[in-house]
Structure formats: structure tokens, C-alpha cells
């Protein structure tokens, strides 16, 4: 992992990568502006002892500095009155910027952090269609949605490659695809081993298959957003550059605010589409977060 990571980092940046990992993350949570405002949350919150910190790119979201009592286990949290999630994941939703009325589709949904934001942004209207393969994960995703009242979605557990039998067209797609997760080590230590190099192989294979499925479920227009909590160009911008070179009537388009540091368009000495520099790369060294991927992609009228 270290090799591959100095191919694209450079040995400087992958050392400061690698102490970054080191570090405990700060938690954070996204307020349910569904059931009440940020204000409301945070004086709540602060009454209890916790110090928040307004989170700069999410208005509803705010960086735990000082925690008095568990953060799952208070009476806030059961009501779904906020969701306990990392920045990088909840920029997802923001980036896709579902509206009320669209058609909007979460291939890969469960447990459900970016599907209730999904929801929230939507200010629960229009259909939400939560997909998810993995039948264990289902009631974890249902809790979730019922926990935060989100009414303007439906689960389907099935395999997402499957999305043309459908027959549905969207105007929004998340792709938050099924990864190594070598993004997470800061988070879970243990994913700095458990993943060999053919894991991401095979995983790459998928990815493209889930790609090529979501971008053909599109309405004329439509966008699809994929993200990965991985730094791994073969489950990035590789992917989306074979899939994108193999279909036609689809650009990489850029993301309307600067989060992260541009996707690579040229790694492991091959030269990439140069529309991956819209894609963007979030670092634990570079931006205190998760490793974390972003690239929205629109079907051409
Ligand atoms: C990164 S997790 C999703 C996390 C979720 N989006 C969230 O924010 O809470 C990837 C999910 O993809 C699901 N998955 C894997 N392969 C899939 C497939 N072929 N079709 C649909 N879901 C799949 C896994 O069960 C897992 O729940």
C-alpha cells in the first residue's frame, strides 16, 4: 500500500499521510433539519455540556470538540435529531444537491448516513430509492430512516448492477460504492492490512459494473455523483476513466466548490481523461479528514 501510495503521492506526502492516520478524528454530526433547527440542536447540546463547532462547508453540521455523555446514546439522538457522520460523507449529498421533486437513486444505501441526507435535502419530497445487496444491512438502514422520519423513500434490497429492471430514469444518483475503504484507517486501524492488491481488483470490476449501471438509469441531463471512502486510484479515477472512455454521452463536470485537491489524470504512468482534474481527492495530511473520492458525472442532453 505504502509503494503504491508513494507512485501517486510522492514520499513526503505519503509520510505525512501516514502520521495523519495516526491521529484520532474529531467527531461530528449533521443536524435533522427535518425535525429542528441547527440553533435549536447546538443550545440543546451545549445545555448538556458538549462544545460544538460550526462545520465550514455544512451549515447543519457541527464538529464535536467536547463531548459530556455518549454520543449515540442521548435522548437528541434517538429522536433522529441528528446523525453522527464525517464531514467527507456528508459533502456527498451536498455535492449531488438533490431538489424535492426529482427521482433520486442510492445504489449502495445502507446503513443509510448519506440516504437520510439525501432525504433531508429533499426536504423529504419527490422519490427516494435506497438500494442495497446486502440483506444484513437492511434493518440497520430502516432504523435509520425511521429514526430521522424520513417518508419519501423506498428500500429495495437487490443487487444494484441489476438497476435497468427497474425501468426507472433519475435525475440524481449516488454511487457511494462498495471500497477497500482504505480511506477509513484513521477511523479503523485494522484496514490497513486487511485488503490485498487483488482485492482491489476485484472490487475495481465491481465498481465498474455498478458505474456503467447507474450512468444508464440517468435522464437526459441527469447527474450521478460516485464517491469512495478510499485513496486508491484503481477504485477512482481508473474506474471512471475506462467507464467513461467505454460509454458515450456522459462528461465528468465540475463540482461548484473547491473541497478537496484535484483528482490524479495521470497515475501508475498512464495518462487519464484530463476532465479527472474536476474530480476531487480529500486527505487525512491535507484536509484533517477521512481519505475520500469525489466525481460527479451528467448524461448529455
Ligand atoms: C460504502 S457502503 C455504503 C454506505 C452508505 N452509502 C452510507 O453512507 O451509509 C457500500 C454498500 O454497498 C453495498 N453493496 C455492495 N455491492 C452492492 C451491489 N452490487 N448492489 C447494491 N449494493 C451493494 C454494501 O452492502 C454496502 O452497504
Known amino acids: 500500500m505504502v509503494q503504491r501510495y508513494i507512485q501517486f503521492l510522492g514520499l513526503d506526502d505519503t509520510v505525512n499521510l501516514l502520521k495523519a492516520n495516526e491521529k484520532p478524528l474529531t467527531p461530528s454530526i449533521r443536524v435533522n433539519t427535518l425535525k429542528l433547527s441547527a ?9 448538556k455540556g458538549f462544545e460544538l463547532e460550526q462545520i ?22 434517538l429522536q433522529g435529531y441528528y446523525y453522527l457522520q ?34 433531508q435535502l429533499m426536504g423529504n419530497e419527490g422519490s427516494l430509492i435506497l438500494i442495497d445487496k446486502n440483506k444484513n444491512r437492511i434493518p440497520a438502514l430502516e432504523t435509520n430512516l425511521r429514526r430521522m422520519g424520513i417518508i419519501n423513500s423506498i428500500v429495495l434490497n437487490m443487487d444494484a448492477i441489476d438497476l435497468s429492471e427497474l425501468n ?41 459494473k455498478l458505474l456503467k449501471a447507474g450512468l444508464n438509469a440517468l435522464k437526459e441531463g441527469g447527474k450521478l455523483l460516485y464517491c469512495t471512502c478510499s485513496i486508491a ?21 465540475e463540482i461548484s466548490e473547491k473541497y478537496g485537491v484535484n483528482g490524479l489524470t495521470e497515475v501508475f504512468r498512464t ?17 484533517n479528514s477521512i481519505g475520500f473520492y469525489f466525481c460527479l458525472i451528467k448524461k448529455l442532453d
Open 56 to 77: 465550514e462547508w455544512v451549515p447543519y453540521g457541527f464538529n464535536v470538540i467536547r463531548a459530556s455523555h455518549n454520543l449515540g446514546s442521548l435522548h437528541e439522538f
Open 86 to 119: 464525517n464531514v467527507a460523507s456528508m459533502l456527498s449529498a451536498i455535492i449531488l444537491d438533490p431538489k424535492p421533486n426529482e427521482i433520486v437513486i442510492d445504489m449502495c444505501a445502507a446503513p443509510g448516513s448519506k440516504s437520510t441526507h439525501l432525504a
Open 233 to 253: 486510484p484503481e477504485e477512482n479515477e481508473l474506474v471512471i476513466n475506462d467507464v467513461i472512455n467505454e460509454l458515450k454521452n456522459f462528461a465528468i463536470i
Open 168 to 208: 426507472i430514469k433519475a435525475e440524481k444518483i449516488l454511487l457511494d460504492a462498495p471500497c477497500t475503504g482504505e480511506g477509513l484507517i484513521r477511523q479503523d486501524p485494522s484496514r490497513k492490512k486487511n485488503k490485498k492488491l487483488r482485492d482491489i481488483e476485484k472490487l475495481a470490476l465491481i465498481q465498474k
Open 271 to 287: 495518462h487519464l481523461i484530463e476532465d479527472l482534474e474536476f474530480s476531487q481527492r480529500l486527505y487525512p495530511h491535507i484536509h
Open 39 to 47: 440553533l435549536d440542536l447546538k443550545q440543546r447540546l451545549e445545555e
